[in-house]
């Protein structure tokens, strides 16, 4: 189990501490959403945390089959909706590897991605 302890700053800013590390994350709400958009927002670090957890997911079994995917990019595009309350709408990810795989290899890595804790957590 792990702990994160969050403070209310004001003015729609929170800041986070990560118990085992003491890492601290701020966040801020979006401006169009009456904040300063000066961090991410916290529909900014589920985008995030997807993005990272396939990442994480990629480096795993590209250490069990013995490729460099070092320099691999995510990207998450995160689309939010108003209709019938704000939430994020859809959230579409790209992977960029910087190797050359088969298409076996590619389906490996795939199906590694979409059993992802945070996608089988949001889906």
Known sequence: MVEITLTYDGELRTTAVHGPSSTKLI????V???????????TDLLATALGSCMLTYVGLTANKHGWDVRGTTVKVKKEMIADPVRRIGRLTVSIHLPLELTNAELAIIEQAVITCPVKESIS
Do not use: C, L, M
């Open 27 to 30: 966040t801020d709400a979006p």
């Open 32 to 42: 169009d959403n009456h904040g300063r958009g000066e961090s991410f927002s916290p």
